[in-house]
């Protein structure tokens, strides 16, 4: 495939990409438009006890066998519809600010004094971290486990093990706590540091042989060599080590970035993706904005996952800024911040991330 037909496929994709991410958009901000008329629908039902006169026995039961709502739901609806005295949170949850979710949480806190702040926190922060505020405690984040009976027995036994030494007794601390120790144990393959380092992930190398002359790549499979592109070839210069076999046995291998730039640029990105709402900490790479052979320069260089990595060498992510204040922008100029909020794109028929 040529260059210029690549450049015309990327393209079209993008385009489509565009099409099917404004559709979607507009069908979840129709969908929390009907729920904000649902919610002020449900609190008249429910006022009135109106669901006696359809052969229910409660405002949950006509919301599970009518509607097919879960009590939570039918529940957090009828918080936001009983609030009459906040016009502005029903009015920002039909425009699409937020989800009935971040709204019932507002409505359960939320004074007529008030509602507007909430409403930009709603906007800002993720549901847990919006519930810790407004309860007065720290964010809690919720994970399910789905074990196999031999694995859940592993765990079961583990966690009456920690109890019994004296340790913490909710099974969220227990679980943190012996994920935090085994990260301490085994931090550079094993050693008992505490320094901010960068891991090398040493026990996963790929081996790809770069042509001094023609600057192709290509990367031994059990298939045989397979050819690189450019994108990721830059993208695995990036932070590498490399062997000069031209210079036989005296060859020494160099890494691209210096440990000491590396550690630094690592430590003050925490090890996560910088590009805004991703914050992988798995598979991370290090990145230059500029030309990776010109220099090592920190302020210019970032923490990105594998994924916005390849994103930012096949120019579909724009990335500017120094030394942690970055500016990320999509292949087409539109801004991307944290919180992909459902605004209006041109004429109001579509919707884009701002």
Request: charged share 30%; aromatic share 6%.
């Amino acid at each position: 495939m040529t260059h210029a037909n690549r450049e015309t496929e990327t393209t079209s994709e993008h385009l489509r990409a565009r099409e099917l991410d404004e559709a979607l958009r507009s069908c979840v901000r129709k969908q929390i438009a009907i729920d904000a008329k649902i919610a002020v629908m449900l609190a008249e039902m429910q006022a009135g006890k109106l669901w006696r006169q359809l052969n229910c026995t409660s405002l949950t039961d006509y919301g599970r066998r009518v509607l097919g709502y879960s009590s939570t739901k039918t529940s957090d609806l009828l918080q936001i519809g009983r609030r009459k005295d906040l016009p502005e949170l029903i009015g920002a949850l039909e425009e699409g600010a937020f989800g009935y979710k971040v709204a019932a949480e507002i409505a359960r806190v939320a004074t007529p004094e008030d509602v507007k702040d909430w409403i930009q926190k709603g906007q800002e922060l993720r549901l847990s971290e919006l519930k810790a505020e407004a309860r007065g405690e720290d964010p809690r984040e919720r994970v399910v486990l789905d074990l196999l009976q031999e694995e859940f027995r592993a765990f079961d036994s583990g966690i009456e093990f920690v109890r019994k030494g004296g340790g913490p007794w909710e099974v969220g601390a227990i679980v943190a706590l012996v994920f935090k120790d085994f990260l301490e144990r085994h931090a550079q393959g094993g050693a008992q540091r505490r320094e901010k380092t960068a891991p090398r992930n040493d026990r996963y190398r790929i081996h790809v042989d770069v042509c001094a002359e023609c600057g192709r790549a290509s990367q031994e499979t059990s298939r045989g060599a397979m050819a690189i592109g450019r994108g990721e070839l830059e993208r695995l210069r990036c932070d590498a080590e490399v062997l000069d076999l031209r210079e036989g046995a005296r060859g020494r291998v160099t890494r691209t970035i210096p440990s000491r730039v590396r550690n630094y640029v690592w430590g003050r990105d925490r090890g996560t993706c910088q590009v805004p709402g991703c914050g992988l900490r798995g598979g991370i790479d290090i990145h230059h904005l500029d030309l990776w052979w010109t220099g090592h320069e920190p302020g210019r260089m970032l923490v990105l996952c594998g994924e916005h990595h390849d994103q930012v060498h096949e120019e579909l992510l724009r990335i500017d800024g120094w030394d942690g204040e970055w500016r990320f922008w999509t292949r087409d100029g539109l801004p991307l911040r944290g919180n992909l909020g459902l605004l209006p794109l041109g004429d109001g028929s579509g919707l884009l991330a701002g």
